[in-house]
């Protein structure tokens, strides 16, 4: 297991050298082949951590930590297969080269943080992989170069640098709680927070929990630090759009569970699960109403992810082993299905030449296996059957109802159905409405197809079947997040 940890931390840094020294011809390939791989890396590490955490060094995997590098390392492998397509068409024009090297140089590292984060053992080398994240990402969207991109890129770095700032300080008040019972030497790892549990002084736990929530929430898009996240995913490059929902946002979220488990061990699980649902409820308000209205297709979907960060939030403040099993599922459904609707968008603006859910239409003649796929992956967003959305949702439903938050449980059942609303009338307009200047019948590439149907499989495989393997994993997760204490 150390090589694994140590390989999974590195191996994108050689597609990244390869960009960084000018390496067109091998950057697309090494790309792809490093995704691949980390991907395996990943899934290798499902028995080990399942009987407990693997460490090496400063590294560390536990079964929750798999979870999100999972949905990193899933969504960068399919990345990097899109990107060849992405790019591919643009191989002609002026500066291509040189984009594409910037593009790549890019991509990999953002995968590299975001591999990195959940990987870390301590408070502090987390809130650093999590800055990281936010200085590539922020490049990769100003990459465009049009002034709406530069605006997006800006807006998001003023944002994540102020909830940071105030992560940074949660991770202060934390290490200043540890250091009341660990002694000033003590360097903010998980388990010696988590095993003094009580012992530590209640007040600055409590407010270096809230500081992570407002902090590292601005990461992860929760009301009302979000504003930064429709300019993001709809002016980045499309893959990026893909990772920065998929992932970026659940890496983020992990570094919030990491103090909710801190809190939960030291104040008892109430406070801090109350915290979650309120933020968790008007996420899903906020994303549910917007929905309804959005007429710019990347920004629809950027406006989904806020939902579903919502519903991550309400999963864990339910606290029910149900509701936390489906908030771990749905990290990986969720990576899976917003790929594949962002990668299928991406095709949409392509054959299109715009963003307007008012101008697409005629969808499904146009694209024959992308405009299907997208419609697959709208339908698993929603959460219909047979994905691995409707499984995750359906248990933090049941484990909701359960522990008898039945007003909260009505209440997120009824924002999701007005979200479904929003994204079912805006594509069906875009794929079945016909259209008088639809273009030419035909797939730009079958590199932006491939990703999909991989997508497409592993929402299938989750909601009707996932892996035993899978499944220890996550009852082992729900053991770490405490569930039903």
Known sequence: MPVVLVLLTTMP?????????GR??????????????SLALAISLVPAVVHGPARFGFLRADAVSVVFLLATTFLYAAAAVYSI????SEKDTVGAGRYALRFY???????????????????????????????????????DNT???????????????????????????MYYAGSTVLGGSYDLAFAPLLATGAALPHTAVQLAYVLAVVGFGTKVGLFPVHTWLPDAHSEAPTPVSAMLSGSLLAVSFYALLRYYQVAAATLGPSFPRTVLLV???????????????????????????VEHMGILAIGIGLGAPPAIAGVLLHVIAHAAAKGNAFFGAGVLVRKYGTKDVATIRSGLTTLPWTAPLFLLAILALS????????????????????????????????????????????TTRMLFVPGADAPVRGEPSGWMVAPMLAGFAVLLVLGIHPPADFANLLARGVTELGGGT
Request: glycine share 10%; charged share 10%.
């Open 13 to 21: 840094l050689v597609p990244a050298l390869a960009a960084f020294a």
């Open 24 to 37: 067109t011809r091998v950057t697309g390939g090494l790309s792809v082949l490093t995704g691949i791989t």
């Open 85 to 88: 397509g992405y790019l591919g």
């Open 105 to 143: 140089l890019g991509l990999n590292l953002f995968a590299w943080s975001m591999m990195c984060a959940p990987l870390m053992d301590g408070l502090a080398l987390l809130w650093i992989a999590v800055e990281i994240t936010t200085v590539v990402s922020a490049l990769l969207v100003a990459l």
């Open 147 to 173: 002034d709406r991109a530069a605006e997006a890129a800006w807006k998001y770095v003023l944002l994540a640098s102020a909830g940071l700032g105030i992560g940074l300080l949660a991770t202060i008040v």
């Open 279 to 305: 933020f968790g409820v008007l996420s899903l308000l906020l994303a549910a109403l917007y929905l309804l209205e959005q007429r710019d297709l990347k920004r629809l979907l950027a406006y989904s992810s």
């Open 383 to 426: 959460a219909m059957p047979p994905f691995g959305l409707f499984r995750s949702e359906f248990q933090i439903v049941a484990g909701g109802l359960g522990a008898a938050h039945n007003t909260v449980t009505v209440v997120l059942v009824v924002l999701v159905t007005i979200a479904f609303l929003g994204l079912s009338v805006a």
